[in-house]
């Protein structure tokens, strides 16, 4: 199967630039105008929704701007963030230093369209997953799903965010221009309809707990392993 996470990374030339958008810097960091504008919203929902103590992981951390300010608003949370690209990796090792935060350990590669992957991360309390569902297929965002759910402990919670459809339309003209240059770019992707998440996320054993309507038409996905 055609890796499309990579996509994100820019290891694939067909896809559209504006998918991610990152400056770089002479120290390593990199920083993403996107994660400036959505840092806010998505760490007070974190806050609101992430328990308190114990695992958390970030999937396709990205330049790190987000991981940091996690790290701050749950602290007895242990951080772990992950990329694909060794760039963003060195982005996230230099925003971390910055911050000298206990609880973050340092960034590891992670491609969470793989099969098995959670095997490795099966004591997981919370997981934080976004922008990426767009950017990969259908088959790829099941099994990333299904890794998610296998990954958490029970009790545990996750929030997958960003651009989605709604009853199966595109309800604003950025989403349908953003959506229709990623089809172009590579069929296989783009955005995914939000009942076929919730669907998803029911048939991967996962209770959706609330959608969260996010700034920029976005939305967040809150569930949760149910208990044994």
């Given at each position: 199967?055609?890796?499309?996470y ?5 290891f694939?030339a067909?896809?559209p630039?504006?998918t991610?958008v990152?400056?770089?810097?002479g120290?390593?960091r990199?920083s993403a105008?996107a994660?400036?504008k ?6 007070g ?5 992430a328990?308190?103590?114990?695992q ?7 330049t790190?701007?987000?991981?940091v ?8 949370l ?5 990329d694909?690209?060794p760039l963003?990796?060195?982005s996230i090792?230099t925003?971390c230093?910055d911050y ?5 350990r340092?960034?590891?590669i992670l491609?969470?369209t793989?099969?098995?992957?959670s ?5 997981q309390?919370f997981?934080?997953?976004v922008?990426l569902i767009?950017?990969?297929?259908e088959?790829?965002a099941t099994?990333l799903?299904s890794?998610i759910?296998a ?6 919670r996750?929030i997958?965010?960003?651009?989605f459809?709604r009853?199966?339309?595109?309800t ?8 229709k240059?990623?089809?172009?770019a ?5 955005y995914k309809?939000?009942a076929?998440?919730?669907a998803?996320?029911?048939e991967k054993k996962l209770?959706l ?5 996010m700034p920029s038409?976005?939305l ?6 149910p208990r044994?």
């Amino acid at each position: 199967m055609l890796n499309v996470y990579s996509v994100k990374m820019g290891f694939r030339a067909n896809i559209p630039p504006t998918t991610s958008v990152a400056v770089p810097s002479g120290d390593g960091r990199l920083s993403a105008p996107a994660a400036v504008k959505n840092t806010g919203p998505i760490t007070g929902l974190v806050k609101q929704f992430a328990p308190e103590r114990g695992q958390a992981l970030e999937i396709a951390s990205g330049t790190g701007q987000h991981i940091v300010k996690l790290a701050i608003v749950k602290p007895n949370l242990n951080w772990q963030p992950s990329d694909i690209d060794p760039l963003r990796i060195a982005s996230i090792e230099t925003w971390c230093e910055d911050y000298n935060l206990s609880n973050v350990r340092p960034p590891i590669i992670l491609n969470a369209t793989e099969i098995g992957w959670s095997s490795k991360f099966n004591n997981q309390k919370f997981i934080l997953l976004v922008n990426l569902i767009h950017l990969i297929s259908e088959d790829e965002a099941t099994i990333l799903i299904s890794e998610i759910s296998a990954a958490l402990t029970p009790g545990g919670r996750s929030i997958i965010y960003g651009p989605f459809k709604r009853n199966n339309k595109l309800t604003s003209a950025g989403d349908q221009t953003f959506h229709k240059s990623l089809i172009e770019a590579d069929p296989q992707i783009g955005y995914k309809d939000d009942a076929w998440m919730t669907a998803k996320l029911k048939e991967k054993k996962l209770r959706l707990l609330k959608v969260v309507s996010m700034p920029s038409n976005n939305l967040a996905f809150v569930c949760e392993k149910p208990r044994l």
